[in-house]
């Protein structure tokens, strides 16, 4: 069965702390791993990864994906109370199927 | 371009009502989806469509129904609202090409919060 785990459930920091969100996954038909930030609302995108190795970078976030270790990483650095958020990581595979994880909810304090 | 659009975004039904979640986008996206999303829990997958006149089950069809007459709107029907269906949902849209093009980002509406007393 497909799946993908987060972790950890939930984090809390203090501004300019570096945080690093994990997501590993069993998927029969691996198609992409997106990540997405969920505030009090719906969620928005972040990055999309398909290949191993090579860092999907925003900001101050960015994002990589291991194939063969079959995990994801997003990593924060200089957190601010506006990172405040769930961050979900989902699979897809196929092309209509889309796995999500329970998400990472992270508290930054000023 | 208004993206994903749904309605109402707040509703409080009695048990036993029906009442239908509406979903409209101006993406041209074929593939059409709604989810429900408990506290603390992750998305579950209630209905998707991967064009108009195409509706298929998710994970957790139970209590609900779905059409697509057309690429814009995917309206989701509660027959029998139970307390059960107290959660919040989202309507969402990604753009495919077909088998082996991989899936797209997923684009989703702002969310309805149903209570069901």
């Known amino acids: 069965e497909d799946k993908v785990v987060q972790s950890p459930l939930s984090l809390v920091v203090h501004e300019g702390d570096t945080v690093t969100l994990n997501c590993s996954y069993e998927v029969t038909n691996f198609r992409s791993l997106l990540w997405y930030k969920q505030e009090k609302k719906a969620p928005t995108f972040l990055f999309m990864l398909t290949s191993s190795g090579i860092e999907k970078k925003s900001g101050r976030l960015s994002s990589i994906l291991d194939k063969k270790e079959l995990f994801s990483i997003l990593n924060i650095t200089a957190t601010q109370t506006g990172d405040s958020a769930v961050y979900l990581c989902?699979?897809?595979?196929?092309?209509?199927?889309?796995?999500f994880g329970t998400g990472t909810r992270l508290k930054v304090l000023a | 371009n208004a993206g994903v659009t749904q309605t109402p975004k707040f509703r409080i039904l009695k048990i036993g009502q029906s009442m239908t979640l509406q979903c409209t986008q101006d993406?041209?996206?074929?593939?059409m989806y709604w989810y429900r999303q408990d506290p603390g829990m992750g998305l579950k997958l209630i209905y998707y469509s991967v064009g108009a006149g195409i509706t298929d089950k998710g994970e957790v069809p139970n209590g609900y129904n779905v059409s697509r007459s057309t690429t814009e709107d995917f309206p989701l029907r509660l027959e029998l609202a139970a307390p059960s269906q107290t959660s919040v949902y989202f309507c969402?849209?990604?753009?495919?090409?077909?088998f082996g093009s991989g899936a797209n980002v997923l684009t989703f509406g702002a969310g309805s919060r149903l209570t069901v007393l």
């Open positions: 969402a849209s990604s753009y495919s090409t077909g």
């Open positions: 989902a699979l897809t595979s196929g092309t209509y199927k889309y796995i």
């Open positions: 993406m041209n996206h074929n593939y």
